[in-house]
């Protein structure tokens, strides 16, 4: 369930409590597969944009939380990802700059499309009462969108910026917005017009 703020075995799990959280869905991301090059580049200017929400997300004391695709890598983790994608000259290397991880924000490496497929994702949610997710990252028309069906599902409220998401092409992009804003019931907006304090001033 989605709310837990009773739940005295979650307490204490994670050390903040916040109603929203800014999720960054495989933004660690070498781009070294076959039609990378088309998604490269939307993802970079992307990115930028990104940047500067995540900034604000830190000043607002918004909880960020990388879900990332392990990439097959069983035995990695997402230390070594962020190294790979900084220093081995790779495709991504851009992106990997602009959105490094700090010592502040959460992690969750995923094995599949969907960032709560087989993954600690919602008890770290819950463990921190979080009731509405930012969604942002790559591919827009697949893994975003899967993590976006199942927070969905799970009844959390969904704010996905437009100008934070990208795909390899722009049609792409827009069915998948299309989708989570019927389907999923998730407000559509961009990021210059996301005011983490009213948003936050809705749970209140």
Known sequence: MRKTADNDTLSGMAPDHCPLALVLIDVINDLEFPGAEALQRYAEPMAERLAELRRQAHEQQVPVIYVNDNFGRWRGDFALQVRHCLEDGVRGQRIAELLQPD??????????????????????LESMNVQGLILTGLAGNICVLFTAHDAYMRQYDLIVPRDCIASEEKSLNQFALTQMERVMKAEI?????????ALLARYS
């Open 103 to 124: 010592e502040h924000d959460y992690f969750i490496l995923k094995p599949k499309h969907s960032g709560f497929h087989l993954t600690p994702l919602s008890l770290l």
């Open 189 to 197: 907006t961009s990021s210059t017009e996301i005011d983490l304090s």
